[in-house]
């Protein structure tokens, strides 16, 4: 069972909104601002798209945005396009009990 | 473009200690950065694993704390890390990362190499 908790698929049509949810605690989402997302496709290693919580690498697109309200972070997709479609990936530090680092399970988004 | 290359034996025994090393180029480490190793088992999410600092200043995660070693060799522009008693949950694959020092992400990844436990 993983630290952080994503749903296990989205979908969407092409040019469509999606939006992922990453729910922690206090102790991890809550509690710091370096919640990050990554994508991943198939056979590939992951791709940072979202750091601390809403900031975009150069060269990620601005179609992918992040934000986090309490023990929750989400990951926004506007404008999908095929390409898009991979597993995403939530990640935030913790210190509940000692200092860790967690992801979570992954969701898989389907583009229509 | 920071590139880093992971290396090490595909298969080990049930027991025995995994070892792999992660080649950075282009980029060295000793100027800083965090540098890390994360799995993935087949199938599964992502997994961290532990991080170090081109000091030798180590974090590691707590439940895999007792059985792993993360050294750097900053000489080789290297490090690596150490599994030992492996049994087949450790089965996954293995990325190298580097991860700002100021933070807690991956900015870049090894493409990573699949380490398969068994006899």
């Known amino acids: 069972q993983s630290a952080l908790t994503q749903p296990a698929s989205v979908s969407g049509s092409p040019g469509q909104s999606i939006t992922i949810s990453c729910t922690g605690t206090?102790?991890?989402?809550?509690?710091?601002?370096?919640v990050s997302w990554y994508q991943q496709h198939p056979g590939k290693a992951p791709k940072l798209i979202i750091h601390?919580?809403?900031n975009r690498p150069s060269g990620v697109s601005n179609r992918f945005s992040g934000s986090k309200s309490g023990n929750t972070a989400s990951l926004t997709i506007s404008g999908l396009q095929a390409d898009d479609e991979a597993d995403y990936y939530c990640s935030s530090y913790t210190s509940s009990n000692t200092l860790d680092w967690v992801f979570g399970g992954g969701t898989k988004l389907t583009v229509l | 473009q920071v590139q880093l290359q992971e290396s090490g034996p595909g298969l080990v025994k049930p027991s025995e200690t995994l070892s792999l090393t992660c080649t950075v180029s282009n980029y060295a480490i000793s100027r800083g950065y965090y540098w890390g190793w994360i799995r993935q088992p087949p199938g599964k999410g992502l997994e961290w694993i532990g991080i170090i600092y081109h000091s030798g200043s180590t974090h590691y995660k707590p439940s895999l704390k007792s059985r792993v070693t993360i050294l750097v060799d900053t000489s080789k522009n290297q490090f690596s890390l150490k599994v030992t008693s492996v049994t087949a949950a450790d089965t996954a694959v293995y990325y190298c990362?580097?991860?700002?020092?100021?933070?807690?992400?991956?900015?870049?990844w090894g493409q990573g190499t699949l380490v398969t436990v068994s006899s």
């Open positions: 601390d919580v809403s």
């Open positions: 206090s102790s991890d989402v809550g509690g710091y601002n370096y």
């Open positions: 990362a580097r991860v700002p020092s100021s933070s807690w992400y991956v900015d870049n």
